[in-house]
């Protein structure tokens, strides 16, 4: 049995290839730099179907967030290994799911756009980056983190538009001690800052939200594609579910940095299923 796993921030996606029969399993997101061994055992342990099944996996090829250099993917290979104790497990960068899972057989530009962002080239062959990832206090421009920053920023700051505000206004969650604790005290403040994406989403025909979105996905692109000699000449492909929910604003902005918008998918399990199956059938 294979597993095949894409972990964001918030969420991890499983797929369980046996034969020709695929299970899908969930997990909260685990991200070497906000969890522990300890947490990634716990996740499996929770999901009681998969903890089930544990010595049965023979290989398993995790692609998480924050996986970006051997120190890091280590702590969640020793979790994996204290639950797997029979599989071969291969652990690498999230950005590498969002490269095979939308390529198209020609070098293109991918980009993951969630909860934190970034970008790769991808050839064929090799993923590079051309600039690095800086995470949720410095970078991961157009994510869900840094339009949820800008959402509870214009809040505390009285600049949104009084429906909106006084939406926020009703939530216990909103006020400005609970925000200065959840942000500057309590752990995951990334995932917390991106789970306003929901009012976000409730109020995506404000034009005050459209202009937001518009100018962040631009600076994201400015950033994270712009970057790349050739990001005239090829496809950029987007993975993350604020690509996908608010498309028209980044294919404007795609269309005025003349930017040629690829594929827009939410999440690149599916793909990345097909790019192992496609590979064992090579080899």
């Known amino acids: 049995m294979i ?6 921030s918030t ?5 369980l290839l046996n034969n020709s029969e695929k299970t899908h399993f969930s997990t909260i997101g685990l991200n070497p730099y906000f969890h522990d061994e300890e947490t990634v055992y716990n996740a499996i342990l929770e999901t009681s179907e998969l903890f089930a099944i544990r010595e ?8 998480g967030a924050g996986c970006s250099s051997n120190e890091l993917n280590q702590i969640i290979w020793n979790g994996l290994k204290s639950v797997f104790i029979h599989a071969e497990i291969h652990v690498d960068h999230d950005l590498c799911a969002c490269a095979y899972a939308t390529y198209e057989g020609e070098p293109s530009i991918s980009c993951i756009i ?22 949720y206090i410095l970078g991961d421009e157009g994510s869900g983190t840094y339009f949820g920053k800008q959402l509870v920023s214009n809040y505390l700051y009285n600049k949104l538009p009084n429906n909106i ?3 926020l206004s009703k939530q216990p969650e909103c006020s400005k001690p609970e925000i200065i604790d959840r942000v500057y005290k309590q752990s995951n403040a990334n995932v917390y800052l991106a789970s306003f994406m929901h009012f976000i989403i409730d109020f995506k025909e404000e034009p005050f939200i459209q202009e937001m979105i518009y100018k962040g996905f631009k600076h994201f692109l400015e950033i994270h594609v712009c970057c790349y000699p050739n990001y005239l000449n090829v496809k950029v492909h987007f993975v993350g579910s604020i690509a996908q929910l608010f498309q028209a604003e980044l294919e404007k902005a795609c269309n005025d940095l003349n930017i040629q918008l ?8 599916d793909g990345l299923v097909n790019y192992h199956q496609n590979l064992s059938v090579t080899n």
């Open 262 to 269: 690829g594929k827009i998918i939410q999440k690149p399990i």
């Open 3 to 8: 597993l095949i796993v894409d972990s964001g």
């Open 114 to 135: 969630g909860t934190g962002s970034n970008s790769c080239y991808y050839d064929g062959v090799t993923v590079s980056e051309e600039i690095p990832a800086l995470g």
């Open 56 to 63: 049965e996996i023979n290989q398993l090829f995790f692609y």
């Open 11 to 15: 969420k991890s996606d499983w797929i």
């Open 165 to 167: 505000s006084k939406a």
